[in-house]
């Protein structure tokens, strides 16, 4: 694997992290001018973005782990009120909200919620990656 092909795969997976993370980036975008080049195998490309995503996932869970620290501090991005709805929420539905954890913005709310939420952290794992890995399989499908 040569310099370029390496730094687009890194490309990708950096991409893919940030938009599973709380941070705003599109990752599609990326994976999918990387299946049209053709330049590497479409497992590979969904793969690494999988992995990046699911990792931004797992990072938004970590922190919402440690939000129940934070949440009161007069920087914290919700009110008490809103922490707390949004918590009744996620435990109104459940881990199954996981499942949507792919879509944008409303999904990393998912991931950290899950994490304030103490889910078990291998059902958190496997339900993000199903969900992460079947968008990326779509959109190398459609394409």
Excluded: C
Aim: aromatic share 12%; charged share 10%; proline share 4%.
């Amino acid at each position: 694997m040569g310099a370029a092909s390496a730094a687009a795969l890194a490309g990708l997976f950096a991409s893919a992290f940030l938009a599973g993370s709380i941070l705003p980036a599109q990752s599609e975008i990326v994976l999918a001018a990387l299946l049209l080049a053709g330049e590497h195998p479409a497992w590979l490309l969904v793969l690494v973005a999988t992995l990046g995503n699911v990792g931004g996932a797992v990072l938004n869970y970590g922190l919402g782990r440690s939000a129940d620290r934070f949440r009161h501090r007069s920087w914290f991005p919700l009110s008490a009120a809103g922490w707390d709805r949004s918590a009744a929420w996620f435990n109104r539905w459940g881990v199954a909200t996981l499942l949507l954890s792919w879509l944008p913005v409303v999904g990393d709310g998912f991931t950290l919620l899950a994490g304030a939420a103490r889910t078990p952290f291998p059902l958190f794992l496997g339900l993000v990656t199903l969900a992460k890995a079947g968008r990326y399989l779509a959109l190398a499908a459609l394409l």
